[in-house]
C-alpha cells in the first residue's frame, strides 16, 4: 500500500514537470519528433529493469502478450500523443493540459466496466471537486475555446485512459516494467513509420495544403543540441521512462481509479513549479483551481491510507 503512493509520488512529480521543463527548449525541436525521442529512449532506459522482472517472474513473451503491448503502444503513445499536439493548434496549450489532466473521469468509469473496480462515494466527490478545480482553470467564460481544439484534446485523453486502464490488465501478470517498457517500444516503432511516411512527397505537401506544416517532414535527429540534450534526456528518461513506470507499478498495488489522479495534481502542480522556475504569475482562479483539485485528489487517496492502518471510513465509501 505504502509503496503504492510513493510511485504516485513519483509520478506526480515527474509529470508535472514535464511542460516546465519543455518550455527550456520550446520550439528547438519538433514535437512528434520528440515524442520518438521521448519513448524510444524511455523503452532503453527501461529495457534492462523489465528483462530482469521477466526473469524473476519467469515469463516469456510470445505473440499473445507483445500484440496486446503493440495494442497499447499504438492506443496511448502512437494515437493520442500526435492527437494532443494536434490539439495544441487550435487552443490554447494550457487549456490542452488541463483537460488531459481530466483522464481519471474516463478512468474511473473505464475501470469499473473494464476492471470491475468499485465507484465509491469519496471517488464521486473527488471527481467533483476536480472537475470544479479544472474548470476555475480553464475559466470558460474568460476563454475562446476552440471546440475542434477541445474535441481533439478530450480524444487524446480518452485514448491515454484507455491505455492506462488496459496496461493495468497485464500489469499484475507482468509488472509496470514490463508494460511501460514493450508499449513504449511498440509506440515509438508505429511513431517512426508515420514521421517517415510524412516525408512522401505527396504526403508532405497534403499536410502543409491542410494547414498542418508541423507535422510535414519531420525531422528525426536535426535540432538536438548539447545544451538542450540534458532537457531532452529529462523528458525521455525521466519523465517518460521513470514517470510511466512509476505509474504502472502503483497500479500493482492501488486501483486504476486512485493511481489516474496522477493527472488531477499536475495542473496543481505545474503552475507551482512554473511560478518557481520560469516566474509565471499565478492568477486567482489557478489558485482556486489548485485548492479545489488538491482537496479532490485528498479525499480520495486519504480513506485508502487510513484503511490500510485498519480506520475504514464507511460514510466515504
Given at each position: ?6 510511485y504516485?509520488a ?19 525541436i ?54 494532443l ?6 487552443t ?9 489532466s ?7 468509469f473505464?475501470?469499473?466496466f473494464?476492471?470491475?473496480?468499485p ?36 480524444l ?5 485512459s ?47 495544403d ?40 502503483a ?13 488531477f495534481f ?36 486519504i ?7 485498519g ?7
Amino acid at each position: 500500500m505504502k509503496k503504492g503512493y510513493l510511485y504516485i509520488a513519483v509520478a506526480v512529480i515527474l509529470f508535472s514537470s514535464f511542460e516546465v521543463v519543455l518550455k527550456f527548449i520550446a520550439g528547438q525541436i519538433n514535437s512528434v519528433q520528440l515524442t520518438l525521442a521521448r519513448f524510444s529512449i524511455g523503452f532503453l532506459f527501461l529495457l534492462p529493469l523489465a528483462l530482469h522482472t521477466l526473469k524473476k517472474r519467469q515469463k516469456h513473451l510470445d505473440a499473445k502478450p507483445l500484440g496486446y503491448f503493440a495494442l497499447l503502444g499504438l492506443t496511448g503513445i502512437a494515437l493520442s500523443m500526435p492527437i494532443l499536439h494536434l490539439a495544441v493548434n487550435y487552443t490554447d496549450s494550457a487549456v490542452v493540459a488541463v483537460l488531459f489532466s481530466c483522464n481519471p473521469v474516463f478512468v474511473t468509469f473505464l475501470a469499473f466496466f473494464v476492471l470491475g473496480e468499485p465507484i465509491l462515494r469519496r471517488n464521486v466527490a473527488a471527481l467533483i471537486l476536480e472537475i470544479a478545480g479544472t474548470i476555475a482553470i480553464i475559466s470558460p467564460f474568460h476563454t475562446r475555446l476552440n471546440l475542434w481544439g477541445v474535441f481533439l484534446a478530450l480524444l487524446s485523453t480518452l485514448l491515454f485512459s484507455v491505455y492506462g486502464v488496459m496496461g493495468k490488465k497485464k500489469c499484475a501478470e507482468y509488472g509496470g516494467a514490463v508494460v511501460t517498457c514493450f508499449s513504449f517500444l511498440f509506440g515509438s516503432l508505429i511513431v517512426l513509420v508515420f514521421i517517415l511516411i510524412t516525408h512522401i512527397p505527396a504526403v508532405a505537401q497534403a499536410l502543409i495544403d491542410a494547414q498542418l506544416p508541423a507535422f510535414s517532414n519531420i525531422p528525426i535527429f536535426a535540432g538536438y543540441t548539447l545544451e538542450n540534450l540534458p532537457y531532452v534526456l529529462f523528458v525521455s528518461a525521466g519523465v517518460a521512462g521513470i514517470g510511466f513506470c512509476a505509474y504502472f507499478l502503483a497500479m500493482e498495488y492501488q486501483p486504476a481509479s486512485v493511481v489516474s489522479l496522477v493527472y488531477f495534481f499536475k495542473p496543481a502542480l505545474s503552475p507551482v513549479l512554473a511560478w518557481l522556475l520560469h516566474g509565471e504569475v499565478v492568477s486567482p482562479n489557478m489558485l482556486l483551481g489548485i485548492v479545489l483539485i488538491v482537496a479532490g485528489s485528498l479525499c480520495s487517496i486519504i480513506p485508502g491510507i487510513l484503511e490500510a492502518k485498519g480506520h475504514r471510513p464507511s460514510a466515504l465509501e
